[in-house]
């Protein structure tokens, strides 16, 4: 008996359902992946605001414009990561590489949220929050996506679409591109380092098999990938006291925003000693930990 063509068989052959065209469409934008990059574009437009009155539709209207380009982003990666993420196990069933989805699709769906949010935002909050989005979506598909078959140092360029959100948040609220913008950028730029490269060595294997070349491929013992990791959270512990030096936050963020960071450089640098898993996955799990607990205490303590 033929199975029908909404289901399939796994590995016990049991059968089971093939995702369904809201899922796929989910996977294809990477909601989950970007509801990280809405929150802290929320949160430099919360920043901005705190002490003066909340600006509710404008940040509608910035959420929206930033959640339509990263969503179109993220179909133009996959859409050129196809033949990569067919060899992967954890992105092989994606709706491209399994082939539920026609490329024709997913490029009209990046180009069409692409430029809806790009030109959203231009009309609805500001040219300078469209500038910020339209050079992310073009670092992150025309830069950093090719770059990941060439160079290890795709990382560091990741880094800089992933660290631009809250500064478009901050823009779309009414603030300049000043000190305090900037210190946004390189708080996401430099955490995003260590938590990266925990995720590149816990599926090294699969990212050499399928030919990107990053920082831990061939790193069996996890000493680079862990001394790596380690200089970037100290990175972020120096950059972490710019903020109280200039004056726009208190001595609550002097004392514990630093202090997140050598926590995860102890994590890194134990990681970099045993090269094991689990140490590799609390360095990890730390990261997630650390941007929440991070940007709430930046909250309390920010001087507007």
């Not at 052959?13 to 469409?25: A, F, H, S, V």
């Not at 970037?232 to 609550?252: E, K, Q, R, W, Y």
């Amino acid at each position: 008996m033929e199975e029908s063509e909404s289901n399939q068989k796994n590995a016990a052959g049991k059968t089971i359902p093939l995702p369904g065209l809201r899922q796929d469409l989910m996977v294809l934008m990477k909601v989950r992946l970007n509801f990280f990059v809405l929150v802290t574009t929320f949160f430099g437009f919360l920043l901005y605001s705190r002490g003066i009155d909340m600006n509710w539709m404008r940040l509608f209207h910035t959420i929206l414009g930033t959640a339509a380009a990263a969503f179109g982003s993220a179909a133009f990666n996959q859409l050129m990561e196809v033949d990569l993420d067919a060899r992967m196990k954890r992105t092989a069933d994606r709706p491209l590489p399994s082939r539920r989805m026609d490329p024709l699709v997913a490029f009209g769906i990046g180009w069409v949220l692409s430029a809806i949010g790009i030109i959203h935002l231009a009309v609805q909050v500001g040219h300078l929050a469209a500038y910020l989005t339209a050079a992310t979506v073009a670092i992150y598909v025309f830069i950093y996506t090719p770059l990941k078959r060439l160079s290890s140092a795709n990382t560091l360029v990741g880094a800089i679409p992933g660290a631009i959100p809250p500064m478009i948040g901050w823009v779309g609220a009414g603030g300049s591109l000043g000190w305090q913008a900037w210190f946004l950028f390189g708080l996401l730029f430099f955490w995003q380092l260590p938590h990266f490269i925990a995720i590149n060595w816990l599926c090294r294997s699969e990212y050499e098999s399928a030919g990107y070349r990053m920082w831990s491929n061939g790193d069996l013992s996890g000493q680079k990938s862990g001394r790596l990791s380690a200089v970037f959270a100290i990175a972020l512990a120096v950059f972490s006291l710019m903020p109280t030096f200039l004056g726009f936050a208190n001595l609550l963020w002097a004392i514990v925003g630093p202090m997140l960071a050598l926590l995860m450089a102890v994590l890194a640098l134990k990681f970099s000693r045993d090269g094991e898993r689990t140490s590799a996955r609390r360095l990890f799990l730390f990261t997630l930990l650390y941007l929440p607990v991070a940007l709430l205490v930046l909250l309390a303590a920010w001087n507007h």
